[in-house]
């Protein structure tokens, strides 16, 4: 590996950026100074520091994010907040992107990552990962609901795979019902739209889930942390 881009990937800034500080001789290589940023280096075994302090380099990263409503699922938007832009500035990093999306009013689990191979496997429509919701609908779901659900719903002419939905509580005097639905891929506002085919409508929306991986209990909204390796491998299945 170049050392310019073991530099760039260990948080020191831009491949330019990067080349400024080499000049500046404070790079050193198993104590050796190094002003070269095509010097090659093999970040298993090499000592590399600046100023004197010790570089890791790491190549992917994974967060597991509680995204709240308001906030849209892109890594940049000219007029509305990004989940991007609820990770503090030790965190962010330009490569990274949120897998897949939620709607604006949608809360719940998303991952960032750097990882484009992750994200294609999860993303994958062959790959059938799971994505688990919790949602609050006004109407009450009924169990022809839950069959239609198994069967598959035709929305703008294309049949939906075959879904789970289950009825966690019911409200008769209110009209409403509380859920839970497994989908087996991501057409767009898939839960509202399929819930809305049955004569209702979501009123909240949260994901609880994405293949093994689950929404941490203790993750407050709008809050994220690093992937665990437990969960790393989770997603890896």
């Known amino acids: 590996m170049r050392l310019d881009k073991f530099l760039a990937e260990a948080g020191l800034g831009s491949r330019k950026e990067v080349k400024k500080i080499l000049k500046t001789g404070t790079v050193t290589i198993n104590g050796q100074r190094e002003k070269s940023d095509k010097r090659q280096v093999d970040p298993t075994t090499d000592v590399i520091k600046w ?21 849209i699922s892109a890594t940049e938007d000219k007029r509305d907040r990004t989940v991007m832009d609820l990770l503090a500035a030790d965190d962010f990093r330009s490569d990274l992107f949120p897998v897949g999306r939620l709607d604006k009013d949608t809360e719940g689990l998303l991952l960032l990552t750097n990882d484009g191979k992750l994200a294609h ?114 997603l890896q299945g």
């Open 121 to 234: 496997e999860l993303l994958a429509p062959k790959k059938h990962v799971e994505k688990e919701y919790y949602a609050k609908v006004n109407g009450v779901m009924t169990v022809t609901d839950v069959k239609t659900f198994e069967k598959g719903i035709t929305l703008d002419g294309e049949k939906t795979r075959p879904a789970q939905l289950m009825i966690e509580a019911v409200d008769e005097q209110q009209q409403t019902s509380i859920v839970r639905i497994v989908l087996h891929e991501g057409k767009f506002h898939q839960v509202k739209r399929m819930v809305k085919a049955c004569g209702k409508e979501v009123a909240y929306l949260k994901r609880i889930r994405m293949g093994q991986l689950q929404l941490p209990a203790d993750l407050a909204l709008g809050a994220y942390r690093q992937v665990t390796p437990v969960e790393l491998r989770q």
């Open 51 to 71: 100023q004197g302090e010790p570089l890791h380099y790491q190549e992917f990263y994974y967060y597991v994010l509680n995204k709240p409503a308001g906030v």
